[in-house]
Protein backbone atom coordinates (compact mmCIF):
# COMPACT_ATOMS: atom_id res chain seq x y z
CA UNK A 1 0.00 0.00 0.00
CA UNK A 2 0.82 3.60 -0.58
CA UNK A 3 1.36 5.96 2.06
CA UNK A 4 1.39 9.27 0.77
CA UNK A 5 2.96 11.01 3.86
CA UNK A 6 6.32 9.35 3.10
CA UNK A 7 7.90 11.58 0.28
CA UNK A 8 9.51 7.91 -1.15
CA UNK A 9 5.86 6.78 -1.65
CA UNK A 10 4.54 9.32 -3.11
CA UNK A 11 7.73 9.43 -5.81
CA UNK A 12 6.97 5.76 -6.59
CA UNK A 13 3.49 6.93 -7.03
CA UNK A 14 4.40 9.60 -9.21
CA UNK A 15 6.91 7.38 -11.10
CA UNK A 16 3.52 4.62 -11.09
CA UNK A 17 1.84 7.04 -12.62
CA UNK A 18 2.99 8.63 -15.18
CA UNK A 19 3.96 5.17 -16.57
CA UNK A 20 0.10 4.16 -16.91
CA UNK A 21 -0.42 7.45 -18.64
CA UNK A 22 2.21 6.72 -20.98
CA UNK A 23 1.07 3.17 -21.53
CA UNK A 24 -2.13 4.06 -21.67
CA UNK A 25 -1.46 6.94 -24.40
CA UNK A 26 0.76 4.08 -26.27
CA UNK A 27 -2.38 1.68 -26.71
CA UNK A 28 -4.47 4.71 -27.47
CA UNK A 29 -2.21 4.98 -30.72
CA UNK A 30 -2.57 1.24 -31.41
CA UNK A 31 -6.09 1.25 -31.71
CA UNK A 32 -5.99 4.82 -33.65
CA UNK A 33 -3.37 5.00 -36.25
CA UNK A 34 -3.56 3.97 -39.34
CA UNK A 35 -1.42 0.80 -40.65
CA UNK A 36 1.33 -1.27 -39.07
CA UNK A 37 3.86 0.64 -39.17
CA UNK A 38 2.48 3.92 -37.40
CA UNK A 39 1.08 1.43 -34.85
CA UNK A 40 4.30 -0.31 -34.07
CA UNK A 41 6.02 3.11 -33.77
CA UNK A 42 3.43 4.35 -31.24
CA UNK A 43 3.07 1.09 -29.59
CA UNK A 44 6.95 0.02 -29.10
CA UNK A 45 8.17 3.17 -27.99
CA UNK A 46 5.52 4.65 -25.62
CA UNK A 47 4.83 1.22 -23.93
CA UNK A 48 8.29 0.46 -23.62
CA UNK A 49 8.56 3.90 -21.59
CA UNK A 50 5.73 3.91 -19.44
CA UNK A 51 6.49 0.30 -18.33
CA UNK A 52 9.94 1.78 -17.99
CA UNK A 53 8.77 4.30 -15.50
CA UNK A 54 6.31 1.55 -13.94
CA UNK A 55 9.18 -0.77 -12.82
CA UNK A 56 11.37 2.17 -11.53
CA UNK A 57 8.39 2.75 -9.44
CA UNK A 58 8.85 -0.32 -7.95
CA UNK A 59 12.80 0.43 -7.40
CA UNK A 60 12.03 3.71 -5.70
CA UNK A 61 9.43 2.04 -3.14
CA UNK A 62 11.00 -0.84 -2.07
CA UNK A 63 15.29 0.53 -2.67
CA UNK A 64 17.52 -2.43 -4.03
CA UNK A 65 16.41 -5.65 -2.36
CA UNK A 66 15.14 -8.74 -3.80
CA UNK A 67 12.30 -6.92 -5.34
CA UNK A 68 14.64 -3.96 -6.64
CA UNK A 69 16.57 -5.78 -8.68
CA UNK A 70 14.22 -8.08 -9.91
CA UNK A 71 12.56 -5.01 -11.61
CA UNK A 72 15.89 -3.80 -12.70
CA UNK A 73 16.25 -7.18 -14.43
CA UNK A 74 12.76 -6.50 -15.79
CA UNK A 75 13.89 -3.39 -17.00
CA UNK A 76 16.98 -4.24 -18.86
CA UNK A 77 15.02 -7.37 -20.20
CA UNK A 78 12.75 -5.18 -21.89
CA UNK A 79 15.31 -2.55 -23.20
CA UNK A 80 16.83 -5.39 -25.20
CA UNK A 81 14.01 -7.57 -26.20
CA UNK A 82 11.69 -5.12 -27.13
CA UNK A 83 13.42 -3.16 -29.98
CA UNK A 84 14.17 -6.06 -31.68
CA UNK A 85 10.59 -7.28 -31.80
CA UNK A 86 9.80 -3.79 -32.92
CA UNK A 87 12.12 -4.54 -35.90
CA UNK A 88 11.33 -8.04 -36.63
CA UNK A 89 7.63 -7.41 -36.80
CA UNK A 90 8.01 -4.30 -39.49
CA UNK A 91 10.47 -6.34 -41.36
CA UNK A 92 8.07 -9.08 -41.12
CA UNK A 93 4.83 -7.25 -42.05
CA UNK A 94 7.10 -5.11 -45.24
CA UNK A 95 8.00 -8.77 -46.81
CA UNK A 96 4.64 -10.38 -46.44
CA UNK A 97 3.19 -7.27 -48.41
CA UNK A 98 1.28 -5.22 -45.60
CA UNK A 99 0.38 -2.17 -47.83
CA UNK A 100 1.69 1.38 -46.42
CA UNK A 101 -1.36 3.89 -45.23
CA UNK A 102 -3.25 5.49 -47.74
CA UNK A 103 -1.18 8.73 -47.19
CA UNK A 104 2.44 7.69 -47.14
CA UNK A 105 4.59 9.44 -49.28
CA UNK A 106 8.13 7.22 -48.99
CA UNK A 107 9.44 3.94 -48.72
CA UNK A 108 13.27 3.66 -48.48
CA UNK A 109 12.66 -0.58 -47.67
CA UNK A 110 11.08 -1.17 -51.07
CA UNK A 111 13.40 1.31 -52.77
CA UNK A 112 16.46 -1.05 -51.55
CA UNK A 113 14.70 -4.24 -52.09
CA UNK A 114 15.69 -5.68 -54.99
CA UNK A 115 19.75 -5.54 -54.31
CA UNK A 116 18.38 -7.11 -50.87
CA UNK A 117 16.37 -9.75 -52.02
CA UNK A 118 19.40 -10.66 -54.34
CA UNK A 119 21.92 -11.00 -51.33
CA UNK A 120 19.02 -13.09 -49.50
CA UNK A 121 18.92 -15.52 -52.58
CA UNK A 122 22.51 -16.42 -52.92
CA UNK A 123 23.22 -16.83 -49.53
CA UNK A 124 20.05 -19.20 -49.32
CA UNK A 125 21.84 -21.02 -52.27
CA UNK A 126 24.52 -21.43 -51.04
CA UNK A 127 23.32 -22.46 -47.36
CA UNK A 128 21.64 -24.93 -49.21
CA UNK A 129 24.34 -26.31 -51.76
CA UNK A 130 26.41 -26.52 -48.06
CA UNK A 131 24.19 -28.53 -46.06
CA UNK A 132 23.03 -31.00 -48.85
CA UNK A 133 24.25 -34.37 -48.54
CA UNK B 1 -11.20 2.43 -4.34
CA UNK B 2 -7.25 2.82 -3.37
CA UNK B 3 -5.20 4.93 -6.08
CA UNK B 4 -3.01 1.53 -6.52
CA UNK B 5 -6.57 0.16 -7.56
CA UNK B 6 -7.18 2.98 -10.02
CA UNK B 7 -3.56 2.43 -11.48
CA UNK B 8 -4.61 -0.83 -12.58
CA UNK B 9 -7.75 -0.11 -13.62
CA UNK B 10 -6.31 2.23 -16.45
CA UNK B 11 -3.39 -0.92 -17.20
CA UNK B 12 -6.69 -3.29 -17.50
CA UNK B 13 -8.21 -0.38 -20.03
CA UNK B 14 -4.60 -0.24 -21.60
CA UNK B 15 -4.56 -4.29 -22.41
CA UNK B 16 -8.20 -4.10 -23.61
CA UNK B 17 -7.37 -1.62 -26.33
CA UNK B 18 -4.32 -4.26 -27.10
CA UNK B 19 -7.02 -6.64 -27.04
CA UNK B 20 -9.01 -5.01 -29.27
CA UNK B 21 -6.76 -4.51 -31.94
CA UNK B 22 -5.80 -8.25 -31.61
CA UNK B 23 -9.43 -9.44 -32.22
CA UNK B 24 -10.06 -6.34 -35.10
CA UNK B 25 -6.67 -6.54 -36.84
CA UNK B 26 -7.21 -6.12 -40.01
CA UNK B 27 -3.65 -8.06 -41.00
CA UNK B 28 -1.71 -10.71 -39.01
CA UNK B 29 1.29 -8.06 -38.55
CA UNK B 30 -1.41 -6.45 -36.87
CA UNK B 31 -2.08 -8.81 -34.24
CA UNK B 32 1.20 -9.48 -33.94
CA UNK B 33 2.03 -6.01 -32.43
CA UNK B 34 -0.94 -6.18 -30.29
CA UNK B 35 0.54 -9.39 -28.95
CA UNK B 36 4.00 -8.14 -27.54
CA UNK B 37 2.19 -4.48 -26.46
CA UNK B 38 0.01 -6.65 -24.22
CA UNK B 39 3.51 -8.43 -22.87
CA UNK B 40 4.86 -5.48 -21.69
CA UNK B 41 1.57 -3.45 -20.60
CA UNK B 42 1.35 -7.20 -18.81
CA UNK B 43 4.65 -6.72 -16.91
CA UNK B 44 3.57 -2.96 -16.02
CA UNK B 45 0.79 -4.63 -14.11
CA UNK B 46 2.96 -6.79 -12.38
CA UNK B 47 5.04 -4.26 -11.32
CA UNK B 48 1.75 -2.43 -9.69
CA UNK B 49 0.53 -5.72 -8.13
CA UNK B 50 4.12 -6.25 -6.50
CA UNK B 51 4.02 -2.66 -4.86
CA UNK B 52 0.09 -3.30 -3.65
CA UNK B 53 0.78 -6.64 -2.15
CA UNK B 54 4.60 -6.07 -1.51
CA UNK B 55 5.27 -9.91 -2.20
CA UNK B 56 8.26 -10.55 -4.77
CA UNK B 57 6.46 -13.39 -6.67
CA UNK B 58 4.57 -10.71 -9.10
CA UNK B 59 8.22 -9.49 -10.47
CA UNK B 60 9.02 -13.07 -11.30
CA UNK B 61 5.68 -13.42 -13.40
CA UNK B 62 7.12 -9.85 -14.73
CA UNK B 63 10.21 -11.57 -15.96
CA UNK B 64 9.19 -14.64 -17.11
CA UNK B 65 6.18 -12.09 -18.97
CA UNK B 66 8.84 -10.04 -20.53
CA UNK B 67 10.72 -13.14 -21.97
CA UNK B 68 7.81 -15.04 -23.46
CA UNK B 69 6.24 -11.92 -25.22
CA UNK B 70 9.59 -11.61 -27.15
CA UNK B 71 10.20 -15.67 -27.93
CA UNK B 72 6.55 -15.29 -29.29
CA UNK B 73 6.54 -12.30 -31.30
CA UNK B 74 9.52 -13.33 -32.66
CA UNK B 75 8.05 -16.82 -33.55
CA UNK B 76 4.91 -15.12 -35.49
CA UNK B 77 7.47 -12.60 -37.34
CA UNK B 78 9.58 -15.29 -38.24
CA UNK B 79 6.64 -17.25 -39.50
CA UNK B 80 5.00 -14.24 -41.08
CA UNK B 81 7.92 -13.69 -43.16
CA UNK B 82 8.02 -17.15 -44.34
CA UNK B 83 10.90 -18.41 -43.02
CA UNK B 84 11.74 -21.32 -40.96
CA UNK B 85 13.51 -20.54 -37.45
CA UNK B 86 16.88 -21.24 -38.26
CA UNK B 87 17.14 -19.45 -41.08
Known amino acids: ?133 | MSPLELLMAGLLVAAALCLWRAWRGPTPADRTVSVELLGTVMVGFCAVLAVKTGKDLYMIVGLAWSLLAFVGSLTLAKHLEGRRLDD
Request: glycine share 10%; charged share 20%; aromatic share 8%.
Open chain 1, 1 to 133: MIDFASPRETAAFVLLSLGLLFDLLGCVGLVRLPDVYNRLQAGTKCVTLGTFLLLLGVVVRFGFDAMGWKALLCIWFIAMTSPTGAHAIARAAHRSGVPLAAGSVLDRYQEDGEARDETRDETAASARGGSAP
